[in-house]
């Protein structure tokens, strides 16, 4: 059985910071690139950042400077570092894990960022 496990979701106030973490099992993790998205009240799912087995990393335009991603293949972890957060970050976000030959998708129930005051 395949899981994605997000956790470190909260209520943060605006400027600050928030690490999120997604726990994989179920498949062979360096067969998969990795990544994190959200999902805002009435949008739709967007990619925030990504990052390859090999540790090549990809972000939105609005992550740039502000979040950093990271995985750890020997835990099986995806991580994404949130700072200087807005209130446009208000969102739900989730983990994915992407297999490199057949695209297959896996997706966590995702965890709630709420930026506040």
């Known amino acids: 059985q395949v899981l994605l496990e997000e956790s470190g979701g909260a209520l943060v106030q605006p400027g600050g910071s928030l690490r999120l973490s997604c726990l994989v099992s179920g498949i062979i993790f360096d067969m998969y690139s990795t990544g994190w998205y959200r999902q805002a009240p009435g949008k739709g799912r967007e990619l925030v950042a990504v990052?390859?087995?090999?540790?090549?990393?990809g972000y939105a335009a609005f992550a740039k400077g502000r979040f950093s991603i990271s995985r750890d293949s020997a835990e099986n972890t995806v991580d994404l570092q949130m700072s200087a957060l807005r209130p446009e970050d208000t969102a739900v976000y989730f983990c994915?894990?992407?297999?490199?030959?057949?695209?297959?998708?896996?997706w966590g129930q995702g965890t709630q960022v709420t930026v506040s005051s």
């Open positions: 994915n894990a992407k297999n490199i030959l057949n695209g297959v998708d896996y």
């Open positions: 990052i390859s087995r090999g540790d090549n990393k």
